[in-house]
Nanobody, 117 residues
Framework: VQLQASGGGLVQPGGSLGLSCAAS????????LGWHRQAPGKQRELVAT???????NYGDSVKGRFTISRDNAKNTVYLQMNNLKPEDTAVYYC????????????WGQGTQVTVSS
């Protein structure tokens, strides 16, 4: 499975930004797609995940501000980020796992999101 992320960039606090990630390869095996992020000096943390059935899960710090969605026909997962805060600054990674994987088994290349005035 290969994951190609796009989007990201620089945005002011309170602004919005969207990320997308297209999956290719053995996509039949993909059960869950998601986003994680890693800020400098911090561990990688969950942002949001969505299963093939549409069940979503969000990290506490982004609930109510971020929305994850998935287009199964396009094998693409999206992350809409609203009301961005400086603490959202991080490298965002697209992830994927099969039903048999206890945690993400595949990772995209990462895209930088910077929230700053």
């Amino acid at each position: 499975v290969q994951l190609q992320a796009s989007g990201g960039g620089l945005v002011q606090p309170g602004g919005s930004l969207g990320l997308s990630c297209a999956a290719s390869g053995n996509i039949v095996s993909i059960y869950q797609l998601g986003w994680h992020r890693q800020a400098p000096g911090k561990q990688r943390e969950l942002v949001a995940t969505v299963t093939s059935l549409g069940s979503t899960n969000y990290g506490d710090s982004v609930k109510g501000r971020f929305t994850i969605s998935r287009d199964n026909a396009k094998n693409t997962v999206y992350l809409q980020m609203n009301n961005l805060k400086p603490e959202d600054t991080a490298v965002y990674y697209c992830s994927a796992r099969s039903l048999m994987d206890p945690s993400p088994a595949y990772w995209g290349q990462g895209t930088q999101v910077t929230v700053s005035s």
